[in-house]
Nanobody
């Protein structure tokens, strides 16, 4: 059974940093590209970043570019999202997901497995 568990969220002040982790079990993550999305209640899930199988290629949303860094450690079955210079607009539930192998990285429908998410709240 595939399971994704996110951690590392919390409450930070504007300008602060957080590092999110996503641990994957039930599949060999080294065979899958992975992504991070975020969601605010009432809104659709928004692409944040994705990373290729080897970690050699990364993609970011415009809002994440320059502030967030996605990485992975396939020996630990983990994917990370380092977030810096956080703003109140970054407040959301952050979810990691497994890319199904086709489709645009930014498209939520291109991902087949999802975690429950970790809440990030940025105070002004």
């Amino acid at each position: 059974q595939v399971r994704l568990v996110e951690s590392g969220g919390g409450l930070v002040q504007t300008g602060g940093s957080l590092r999110l982790s996503c641990f994957a079990s039930g599949l060999p993550p080294s065979f899958y590209a992975m992504g991070w999305f975020r969601q605010v209640p009432g809104n659709e899930r928004e692409f944040v970043a994705s990373i290729s199988i080897t970690g050699g290629a990364t993609y970011y949303s415009d809002s994440a570019k320059g502030r967030f860094t996605i990485s992975r450690d396939n020996t630990k079955n983990e994917v990370y999202l380092q977030m810096m210079s956080l703003e109140p607009e970054d407040t959301a539930l952050y979810l990691c997901a497994v890319y199904q192998g086709s489709g645009a990285y930014q498209d939520v429908n291109s991902y087949i497995y999802w975690g429950q998410g970790t809440q990030v709240t940025v105070s002004s």
